[in-house]
Structure formats: C-alpha cells, structure tokens
C-alpha cells in the first residue's frame, strides 16, 4: 500500500500533521508512507521513522508552472493508492487531482469536494482538550476506520550526537547546572503575533524571579529586537538570561529545547516542537488568533494559555475576524502583563518543581459547561443506550423514581452518572427539581427513549460553545414506530425544548405533562433531529397515552374545567380525524391508525378521570 499525506504549510502545521503519518504507520506497518511539505520544514521530520520519504514542495513549484507539472507528473508515476490532503489549497487540489490515487481524502468544503472521494467534515469548536489543530487532523482518518489506539500527540526525534552537541553548548556558555532552564519564546513569526516588547520584558522579569537560567528563542534576523526586548529587562534578569546561545539551524534549536525544562511565550512553531518534546508551556495568544484552534492538549495544569478574549470579552464584541486582526495593535495594548500574572506564577511554580524534566502528555476530554439530565421510572430497556449517547458531557445526573427494575443498577453502573432518587408527583417537579441540582450552565434534558445522533452531539457542542448562544433550543424529532420510522401521524413537525442554559429556563406549574418551557431570552433551533423511540409495542404505548390522559384531567380539573359532550365526544373524534387526514397519519397504514387512534384515547381518557375527580370533589 503507498500512502501520501499533503501539508504545504509553515513548521507548526506540519508538525501537528505529522500525526497522521504515526497513525497510519501503526496501522498499516507494512505501507510506504509519504510526506509532502515546503522545503523549510523538514527540519521537524527528521529521524521520524513513520515517514518513508519527504517529498519536498520548493519554491521553484510554486514560481514556475513547469516544475510544479513536472512534480505532479512525478507523483502520478507513483501511483499511491491513498492521498490525505490536509492542506487543500490550490496548490493540493492541483497534485490531487493529477494524484490518479483510488482513494482521496481531505475536508467538506465548497467548491473542491468533487476532487476528493471522503470529504470530512471541517469542524469548528472543539471536543477535547486536543484543540482544533488536532482534531481536525485525525478526522482526516476517520473514513479509514483504523483498528487501531489513536495517538493525538505529535513527536519530534532527537539523536544522541544532537543532545551531545546541545549540552557542550550549555557548558561553553556557563549554563548552571543546578538551575532549571525556561526557553522563552521571544517573538513571534510576524508583529501581529508578537506581543508588545516592553510588555514580554516584564513577563521575563517574571520568570526570572524564581532560580532559573534563561534561554531567547529568536530568529537572527529579529536580533535587534530580541536586544531591545533584553534591555528593557532588569539588571538582575538579565543576569539570568544566555542571550547568545542560539543553535545555528532548527534542528539544533530543537536539540537545545530538549535540555529546557519548559517554554513560556508568543504562540508560533517553537511552543509546538516544544509540547512535541513534552515540555510544558505557557503561550500568550495574539488577539486575532483563534484559541480554539492551537490551544492544544490544555489542561491548566502543564499547558496553559491566555487571550485578551477572556480577560476583555467586551473588546470583541460585534467584531468580525477582519475586524480583530485590523485592530490588533490596539488590543495588544489592552492585554497587560497583570491581566495573566496570577496564571503564570502558578504554572511557574508548579512546573519548575516537578522533579523530573519531559512531562508526559495525555489527551483528555475537556469539560464541556453542559449537564445531562434524565427522568427515569423503570426505564432498564433504554438507560444503557442514553447513558452512552450522553458521555460526551461534563455531567449526568438521573433522577429516578424509585424503579422496580434494573434502572436503578444499571445507571450505577456508568461512573459519570449521579443517581438521585425523588418522590414522583408530576413531570414538571421532576424536571425542575432535577435542573436544581446540575452544576453546569448549559443543560441537555432527555428522556430514556431518545437517542442523540454523533452529528447532533457535536452540533450541541459547536452550539453552547457560541458567544451569541440563544437561551434555549428546540430540537425536531425522528418519531420511531416498532423500530421503523413513522414519516407522517403529524409528527413530522414534532419539536420540544432539549438544550437551554440553567439560569435562563425553568418548567412552569400550569403543566403535569408535556411540560412547557419559560425562557428569558432568545429562542433557537438545531438542524440535526433526536431520535425518538416511543413506541416500542402496543401496550406500552398504550399505558403511556393513559398516563398522560390522566395528568391531563388534573390540569383540567385545577383550571376547573367541566367536562361535556364536546369533551367526551367531539374532541376525541376531532383529535383522531386531524392526525389521521390533516397530519396524514392516512399515510403511515396501519401505523398511522394505530397511533392516531391511541393518542385520541388519551383524550378519552383525560374527561373520564376528570369527570370522576369533579363527582369525587
């Protein structure tokens, strides 16, 4: 099998899409693996032994039509039978399309699906801690359905003679042993993503007031800038700081940040080969840099960063991305030192006393702000399959009404879950009495019987992540009938209030069932439908409906309702004929009538129960 993987992209993109080739190589061990990168970033792929061979994208491919036919020609010829294209830019879509691969692989997006046989999705918020950077590399295997452990974590390979070399600089330089060492990453790759001098000289005088030696990390030709960011530091920081240790190529500043204990600085490819090594880091975001995208495998706690966002949220408010980068300069101002202060001594003081050097990372889920919550009452045929849908949350919280089956032990079963057991009275109690106790802002409320699809997971994950989120959602349903969809029966249009966040939406008392839902605020909709498996068999539906009915008739009975010979008669007969000709329940056959004739039992039954409370009264 011959495999080519695309990145044309600058050292961090490439780095981070190195992952694709590790995995590929622990799945098919026996597959020649290639890598299409610029020239400039190879340094990066080095002694990597996933890649067979770096094929290099130069810049006469790129200024001259001739060689870059030339090299599509070269690749035709080597007729790979797989092409992941992870830049899929013109330049990709070019070599893809002249690729002749049986299979190609690469992002949704308008306008170059066609070039591709698996378009994968592009996703916009993250799930995990990965970060987007990751995620949306390792979607890319996704279709290949690899029966394999995925390793999120990038790799750089240093050689023995490398490290060799990085030490004998450290002694010539008078490098103290005793010390750990802090590798700052001065400058960025441009000035909108630098920040401020004076403001980086006061995160070095920071740095420098615990014990430790200070290495720059800069490119020779920003030497005048690194030399003015160094004299605007104190006397006694600089004391601390090796200016002149510089490796004399990447590699050699890679072998030197092997030997640091950690880096502190501007985001770029320098804290990516960094994390690659398992340093940990502190990064200070530019403002128009998405957070989302490169704050990869943050976990507070060995790998944290900062952005103006989160500390200033009302200086991007109503501003596009244009906008953000136009104004940069100006928000740079805003994100002073003191904003992050506390933030850094913490990751400082943590880091600079663990007692070894490389920290070990693993990729673990985020936590989304979002609790589940379910209201159960002898729901053993169903608990197990919502409580996988629903693992992707922060937390799940079952309230239960003291079931006679397995409920009860089975949501024991799941770590997650938190079980609590309530007194039913109605569904609006329940319901309310359960919201009391989620911790999160965001809540997901679902019945046993419904199911979440992995597109609309992560549509609730993209959703609450927004900071224009409405307050609440309604979700449409997929109504299943004895494992078959029921199309028509007027549940076409089936919606109901699912996701809203706590402090903004509460069930009002005027309803026992089919609880209505106050929200302060906007109100939105989700694209993807929840599945709906209500009805199972005659008799449990049945008994539903009847439940219902009964509920009803006390909701009646408060509003002090007197039941007629429109109630008994009519309404039961209007509610059967509207579903079954208007909502063209006529259309689901003997679906249609079965269901439509039991929902107008419900209706029956809601004026028998309250005509026998009112004599009763």
């Known amino acids: ?107 949704k997006k308008p306008g170059r699906n066609f070039l591709y046989t698996d378009n994968v999705p592009f996703a916009m918020f993250p799930k995990t801690n990965m970060g987007l950077a990751i995620e949306r590399r390792l979607s890319l295997l996704k279709p ?21 070399k990085a030490l004998e600089l450290f002694e010539n330089h008078g490098v103290k ?91 770029g490819g320098a804290i990516n080969m960094a994390k690659a090594l398992g340093k940990p880091s502190f990064i200070i975001f530019s403002p128009w840099i998405e957070k989302k995208i490169w704050a990869t495998f943050e976990d507070g706690i060995h790998h944290i960063s900062v952005h103006l966002q989160e500390f200033r949220p009302e200086l991007f408010e109503k501003l596009s991305e244009k906008e953000i980068k136009y104004k940069t300069p100006e928000l740079y101002r805003e994100f002073k030192p003191g904003l992050f202060s506390d933030k850094l001594n913490g990751f400082l003081q943590l880091n600079l006393s663990l007692s070894e050097s490389t920290i070990l990372l693993k990729a673990v889920d985020v936590k989304l702000p979002l609790s589940a919550l379910i209201i159960t009452y002898n729901e053993e045929k169903h608990i197990n399959d919502i409580m996988h849908d629903l693992d992707f949350t922060d937390e799940i919280i079952v309230v239960d009404s003291f079931s006679s089956d397995k409920t009860v032990a089975l949501v024991n079963g799941f770590e997650k879950a938190k079980l609590i057991q309530n007194k039913f009275v109605d569904y609006t109690s329940q319901r309310n009495f359960a919201i009391q106790h989620a911790a999160n802002p965001w809540i997901l ?34 109504f299943i009938f004895e494992d078959k ?87 039961p007969a209007y509610k059967f004929s509207y579903q079954y000709f208007v909502r063209l329940g006529i259309l689901d056959g003997k679906k249609g009538v079965i269901i439509c004739y039991l929902n107008a039992l419900s209706v029956v039954v809601r004026y028998r129960e309250l005509k026998k409370m009112r004599t009763q009264k």
């Open 144 to 164: 290949l359905h690899l029966d394999i452990e995925i390793d999120p974590l990038p790799k750089l390979f240093v050689t023995d003679e490398e490290n060799r």
């Open 445 to 478: 409320f679902i019945d046993a019987d419904e199911r979440l699809t992995d597109a609309l997971k992560e549509e609730i994950i993209e959703t609450i992540q927004k900071r224009d989120a409405n307050s609440a959602y309604l979700f449409y349903r997929t």
């Open 485 to 571: 969809r029921l199309r028509f029966s007027g549940w076409q249009t089936d919606k109901i209030f699912r996701l809203f966040q706590k402090d903004k939406a509460h069930y009002t008392i005027e309803r026992l069932v089919h609880e209505k839902l106050a929200v302060d605020g906007t109100i939105g909709k989700l694209k993807n439908r929840l599945v709906h498996f209500s009805y199972t068999d005659y008799e449990s539906y049945k008994g539903k409906m009847v439940s219902y009915g009964k509920f009803k008739a006390k909701e009646e009975f408060l509003k002090g309702v007197k039941p007629n010979f429109y109630h008994f008669y009519l309404h």
């Open 177 to 267: 042993k005793d010390r750990k060492t802090v590798m700052v990453s001065l400058l960025g790759s441009e000035p909108l993503k630098t920040y401020p001098p004076e403001f980086m000289a006061a995160v070095v005088d920071q740095i420098a007031k615990n014990d430790v030696n200070i290495f720059f990390n800069y490119f020779p030709s920003q030497l005048n800038e690194a030399k003015n960011i160094y004299d605007a530091c104190q006397q006694k920081t600089q004391q601390k700081v090796y200016f002149d240790l510089l490796g004399n190529d990447l590699r050699s500043f890679i072998a030197i940040m092997n030997n640091c204990d950690l880096i502190v600085g501007n985001d």
């Open 1 to 107: 099998m011959k495999i080519l993987v695309i990145q044309q992209k600058m050292i961090g993109d490439v780095l981070v899409s190195s992952i694709i080739c590790n995995n590929l190589r622990r799945a098919y061990p026996d597959a020649r693996i290639d890598y299409l990168v610029y020239e400039s970033t190879t340094p990066v792929l080095n002694c990597n032994p996933n890649i067979d061979n770096i094929i290099l994208f130069q810049e006469k491919h790129k200024n001259s039509k001739r060689a870059f036919l030339k090299l599509a020609l070269q690749i035709r010829k080597e007729k790979y039978d797989l092409v992941i294209d992870a830049y899929s830019k013109l330049e990709s879509w070019a070599i893809v399309l002249f690729s002749g691969a049986k299979r190609k692989i690469s992002y």
